[in-house]
C-alpha cells in the first residue's frame, strides 16, 4: 500500500499515472494521499461552505466535490469576486483589480475559467481545508485571514469572540520536500508556519488547527483501517498482519510506519522517527529523498537504512521471512 504526503489530484489520476510509470496496476484502494483522509470526514462538511487550499485552478475543488463536499470554493473564487457589487447583488465580474481582496495577483484566462461566481458577503465558510501545497502564499494566506478573523464571512467586521471559529484543517505536516531541484523545496509545514505567523503577528494569539499527513496518529488510525480492507480483500479476513514496515525518505516526518501495535504518541513526539521507535514501529529510511546522508546521521534512528526503495523493501521480506 501507498502512503504518501503527496496529492494535489484524485486518487484515480494518481494511480493512473503512478501504474504507467511502474507497469503494474496500482487501484486507488492501495494509495492514499495526504488529503485522501478528507473522505472520512466530508459527511461533517456536506452543505457546510469550505475554502480549499492548493494545487492547481479547481482540480482540488473537484477532487472534494468527489469526497463528498458539496460547497467547496477556491482562492482564485474569491480573487474573481468584485466585493464592490455586493449592494446591486449581481455578479458580473468587473476588470478593476484594485476592488479585488487580494490586487497584487491578475487572472489568467485559465484561472478565471476555472472560478464560480460566489457572493461571498452572503456566504459564510465554515472551514478551510489546506488539500495541498498552494500556489500563491500571499494570496492563500491573506484570505485566511479575512475569513478567520471575520467569522467566515469575508470582508465583514472582524469578530474577536467567536462562539464557532473557523475550522483550519492541513493534510501534509512535511516543512520540506524533494523536487527535480538540487535541494529540498519548502512544502505545506512551511506554508502552515508562515499563516501562523503572519496570524499571530495581526492578532497577537496563535490560530488552533488540525493536522493530518504522516505521521499523525489519524492519518496511520486511518491508514491501518484501509490495510486491514485491503488484507480482506486479498485474502478473506480484514486484520492487519503481525508487522508492518514502511519505507520513507524524510527522517523527521516520512520514515515511519505504524507496527500491529496500536500505539498513540504524544504532540511532541509524533513527528519524528524516535516516536515511530517508541511505538515500537519498523522504519525504512532511504537515500533517495530528502535525507542527505553526506550531511550525517538522522537525528532520529530509523530501524533500517536503504539505498533504495528496492533494497529496503527486499530487506523488509527478508526479516519478515526470518520471523516465521
Known amino acids: 500500500m501507498c502512503l504518501t504526503n503527496g496529492g494535489g489530484m484524485s486518487e484515480e489520476m494518481r494511480c493512473q499515472k503512478l501504474s504507467q510509470k511502474l507497469g503494474t496496476e496500482i487501484k486507488p484502494s492501495q494509495f492514499l494521499q495526504a488529503h485522501t483522509i478528507f473522505k472520512a470526514t466530508a459527511h461533517k462538511y456536506n452543505d457546510t461552505p469550505v475554502l480549499v487550499l492548493g494545487g492547481k485552478d479547481d482540480v482540488l475543488r473537484k477532487v ?35 476592488r479585488s481582496v487580494w490586487p497584487f495577483h491578475d487572472l489568467s484566462a485559465e484561472e478565471r475559467l476555472s472560478t464560480k461566481a460566489v457572493n461571498f458577503s452572503q456566504t459564510r465558510i465554515g472551514a478551510i481545508f489546506v488539500f ?5 502564499w500571499a494570496l492563500d494566506i491573506q484570505v485566511m485571514c479575512d475569513v478567520i478573523q471575520s467569522a467566515g464571512i469575508i470582508g465583514g467586521p472582524y469578530v474577536h469572540n467567536q462562539a464557532k471559529p473557523v475550522e483550519l484543517v492541513f493534510a ?6 524533494r523536487s527535480e531541484f538540487e535541494r529540498p523545496r519548502l512544502g505545506q509545514g512551511g506554508f502552515r508556519e508562515a499563516f501562523g505567523a503572519v496570524y499571530k503577528a495581526l492578532t497577537g494569539a496563535e490560530y488552533p488547527y488540525t493536522q493530518y499527513g504522516k505521521p499523525t496518529t489519524a492519518t496511520y488510525d486511518f491508514a491501518k483501517r484501509v490495510l486491514a480492507d485491503r488484507v480482506g480483500e486479498l485474502y478473506g479476513i480484514p486484520q492487519l498482519p503481525e508487522s508492518i514496515y514502511m519505507v520513507g525518505d524524510n527522517p523527521e516526518s516520512g520514515a515511519l510506519i505504524a507496527s500491529a501495535a496500536d500505539v498513540h504518541t504524544d504532540e511532541s513526539e509524533r513527528v519524528d522517527i524516535a516516536g515511530a521507535n517508541k511505538a515500537g514501529w519498523n522504519s525504512v529510511l532511504v537515500h533517495t529523498g530528502v535525507y542527505e546522508p553526506a550531511e550525517g546521521s538522522p537525528r532520529h534512528t530509523p530501524t533500517f537504512e536503504a539505498e533504495n526503495v528496492e533494497e529496503a523493501v527486499k530487506m523488509a521480506i527478508e526479516k519478515a521471512a526470518g520471523e516465521q
Request: net charge negative; no cysteine; glycine share 4%.
Open 64 to 98: 472534494a466535490e468527489g469526497y463528498g463536499f458539496r460547497k467547496a470554493y477556491t482562492t482564485l473564487d474569491v480573487l474573481a469576486w468584485d466585493p464592490t457589487l455586493v449592494k446591486s447583488h449581481s455578479l458580473q465580474r468587473l476588470a478593476d483589480e484594485t
Open 172 to 177: 501534509n505536516p512535511d516543512l520540506i520536500w
Open 132 to 136: 495541498h501545497d498552494p500556489r500563491n
